[in-house]
């Protein structure tokens, strides 16, 4: 797949999706599809998490340091420090979760495709 851009009186192609962190296509079949764009979605979701978790540690690290003593400033940094720390605790598990299940019934989550391909109604 590759993206071109319009000019005057030629076309320059300016990117090859098909290489690098983009959706690479696994046929035409919307199984397969389905399945790379949840692969992305996840993979993208999780980051975004971790990258949260990250802000939101500083940020209350920095309240608590800031805090100099004043008790319902360093309860608000205490606060916030735990309810990242759960967060990221309820993110990494979903993912061991999804894991273990899929281990369990032989099921690959991130190839969903085939599956959805070979449903009989």
């Known amino acids: 797949m590759r993206f071109f851009i319009n000019k005057v009186f030629a076309q320059t192609q300016i990117g090859d999706f098909s290489e690098g962190p983009w959706i690479v296509p696994r046929g ?3 199984g397969g ?3 790379d764009i949840v692969s992305v979605v996840i993979g993208i979701l999780t980051v ?3 990258i ?3 802000i939101e540690f500083v940020v209350s690290g920095y309240m608590l340091i800031s805090s100099t003593g004043d008790q319902e400033k360093t309860a608000e940094a205490k606060k916030r420090l735990t309810q990242s720390l759960i967060g990221l605790v309820i993110v ?3 993912i061991v979760l999804i ?3 899929a281990y369990i019934f032989n099921i690959d ?3 969903i495709g085939e599956y959805l391909n ?3 109604f």
């Open 48 to 50: 975004l998490a971790i």
């Open 52 to 54: 949260w978790f990250i």
């Open 28 to 30: 035409n079949d919307l």
């Open 92 to 94: 990494l598990s979903a």
């Open 118 to 120: 070979n449903l009989s």
């Open 99 to 101: 894991n273990v299940i």
């Open 109 to 111: 989550f991130l190839n």
């Open 33 to 35: 599809q389905i399945a």
